[in-house]
């Protein structure tokens, strides 16, 4: 798994792991699916997502984010990643799944004990999510 | 920590020069027991963090129910000079007036008898839980504007849900000055506006009680608590649309933290001085979110009385009273020992004494109502506000019973099917949507709702007024 859970008192503590800075937004899209993947869902959708942020370890807390902001304002219960391109500016994605009602676990990512750091050959990055 | 000294009979305090970077002492109120809790988690070194922010003075402080959180711990309060002083969003939470609003039924709990499991029932229909994006009450444009400004009164003036009383039984009126609806992003508002009048999820709940035991007559005579009686208890906050305003400005000034010179130990803590551009317009944002957040908890009230119409009777149903309501995320402007100062409470209460000018004066005698869930099965208290507290903790007690395992390890130890049998036999009846979230929200995973509240009584900041028992939830 790119990705594991730590234990955190009151929160989800999320870390992940990849061969590329690229490879750390996808593990964390895989671990916000797998929160988000319950629900019962209805038509396909493809939602184009565009994140900026000052630095990836802000851009990974955002685009997190962005992914529960989707499934609460707008019911998408994501299972693809179509597109994932890393700029100097941000981050620019097409999100794929169904419309329904995902479970609302997660409210979003915060910017506590936030880190996206070179580790050996890779990338290590954790990020602490509000239940 | 090793730096944690007792100073007091339950008062803790880790002194300003343990770091470097700490500008004030980090106070806790604790027993031996509950401190050794609490040193077990991470919420000191966040406390520690916290007293490094600009502008923050006399200490930090740690309620007993303090427990690990992102930026401030939970149950974590800070106090910053209007003037040189910084806000912090971080300080205030995701969920801005996250609070609790007790209503009180004209019957006892032996006259509601089994008709309880249909009030629940009604209650579950009639609040809507988990996104809950697609509310009846929804609103948007200028109407959602209008309770953005104004809060429940808007809802009372224009709409008829609720009534004038119920203003003045909420703190502030449930009316934040200077908020400022263009303060928010079109997110904040495309997310929240149609939640109004929803529970939400996590340990969000309706919970519907008996008053187990009184401890203060003359108390519980003011706020119109008997023993036996009937109470209903709603907590929630401002949904989505306080969440996007957190991390709107967390973002914001944590992209401004340079310019403005702060070095913080931690993102989260993110801020800016309470004058600059970004200070006002956090302000004035949340000002909109907590006004939000208490016509949520007016609407999901006005839903409530609508279901004891139904399940009991119209007459019971005009005959249920607001107690108060109380928020325990927010930051506001207060007058503490003759300094204007922005008063952080995250995870923790405002607790005013009797004789206050800030609270309803048909409690003036006895002081500010103030409730403490405990975990689901267990108890809550009513407490009312003593002197000391303002003294002691820029008039403030703790928020509840404080979590002590984390989400993971409750459900390792329950499943949700489980415990909602456990709860039915000891006659709680449970309507929760998730299994999941049922478990997490065990009662054991919470510290022990009696103890904490002995600790704030022992320091002087409140009394017990009374205690009350679950006989049914209905769980976010």
């Known amino acids: 798994m790119p990705y594991r859970w730590i234990e955190h008192t009151g929160e989800l503590e999320l870390e992940l792991e990849a061969s590329s800075a690229r490879g750390i937004f996808e593990a964390g899209f895989k671990a916000m699916r797998e929160l988000m993947s319950d629900g019962e869902g209805g038509r396909r959708l493809e939602v184009p997502v565009r994140v900026v942020g000052t630095d990836r370890a802000a851009l990974l807390a955002d685009w997190l984010g962005e992914l529960a902001f989707l499934g609460e304002a707008r019911g998408l219960i994501p299972d693809r990643l179509s597109m994932l391109e890393l700029d100097e500016g941000g981050l620019r994605g097409a999100v794929q799944g169904r419309q329904g009602d995902p479970p609302h676990l997660v409210k979003g990512a915060t910017y506590h004990r936030l880190r996206f750091e070179p580790v050996g050959e890779g990338w290590r990055a954790r990020v602490v999510l509000d239940v | 920590m090793s730096d944690l000294r007792r100073v007091e009979d339950v008062l803790w305090e880790i002194p300003a020069d343990a770091r470097a970077d700490m500008r004030v002492p980090a106070r806790v109120f604790a027993d031996s027991e509950l401190v050794e809790a609490i040193g077990a988690d991470g919420s000191l070194e966040q406390l520690c963090n916290v007293a490094t922010l600009p502008g923050v003075t006399d200490a930090v402080l740690a309620m007993p129910d303090v427990h690990q959180g992102y930026g401030f711990p939970v149950g974590g309060v800070a106090a910053t000079e209007v003037e040189g002083g910084v806000v912090s969003p971080g300080g205030v939470g995701y969920d801005i007036n996250c609070g609790v609003r007790l209503l009180a039924a004209p019957i006892g709990a032996e006259e509601l008898g089994e008709r309880r499991v249909t009030l629940v029932h009604e209650i579950s229909r009639s609040v809507p839980a988990g996104a809950g994006r697609d509310s009846p009450s929804g609103l948007a444009g200028p109407r959602l504007d209008a309770v953005l400004v104004d809060g429940p009164r808007a809802l009372v003036d224009r709409g008829g849900i609720g009534t004038a009383e119920d203003l003045e039984l909420t703190e502030s009126g449930g009316r934040l000055d200077g908020a400022d609806p263009a303060a928010l992003s079109e997110r904040a508002r495309e997310r929240g506006g149609g939640q109004l009048g929803t529970l ?198 703790c928020h509840g019973a404080g979590r002590q395992l984390s989400r993971t390890a409750a459900r390792k130890r329950v499943k949700g099917a489980e415990l909602r049998r456990t709860l039915e036999e000891a006659g709680i009846t449970v309507r929760s949507a998730s299994n999941r979230g049922l478990a997490e929200e065990a009662p054991f995973a919470y510290k022990e709702v009696d103890k904490v509240v002995e600790v704030v009584e022992r320091a002087g900041l409140a009394v017990r007024v009374a205690r009350l028992r679950p006989i049914g939830v209905v769980k976010g």
């Open chain 2, 200 to 397: 939400g999820s996590g340990n969000h709940f309706v919970e519907i009680e008996r008053v187990d035991e009184v401890h203060d007559r003359e108390a519980a005579e003011a706020f119109g608590l008997r023993e036996g009686q009937v109470t209903v208890l709603i907590h929630s906050g401002s949904r989505g649309l306080g969440h996007q305003v957190c991390t709107d400005f967390v973002k914001r000034m944590d992209a401004a933290l340079g310019r403005h010179g702060i070095r913080l130990p931690d993102r989260q803590l993110s801020c800016a001085p309470i004058r600059s551009a970004e200070g006002r317009d956090y302000l004035a944002a949340m000002a909109a979110a907590a006004n939000f957040a208490w016509a949520n908890r007016h609407t999901i009230a006005h839903r409530v009385r609508g279901a004891i119409a139904r399940a009991v009777g119209e007459p019971v149903a005009q005959g249920t009273h607001q107690v108060y309501d109380v928020a325990h995320n927010v930051a506001k402007v207060e007058r503490h020992g003759g300094r204007e100062l922005c008063v952080h409470r995250k995870g923790a209460t405002r607790a005013f004494p009797p004789g206050s000018a800030d609270i309803p004066e048909r409690y003036r005698g006895v002081g500010q109502p103030v409730f403490i869930p405990g975990s689901m099965g267990t108890a809550s208290y009513v407490l009312a506000g003593r002197y000391r507290a303002m003294e002691q903790s820029f008039g403030t007690v």
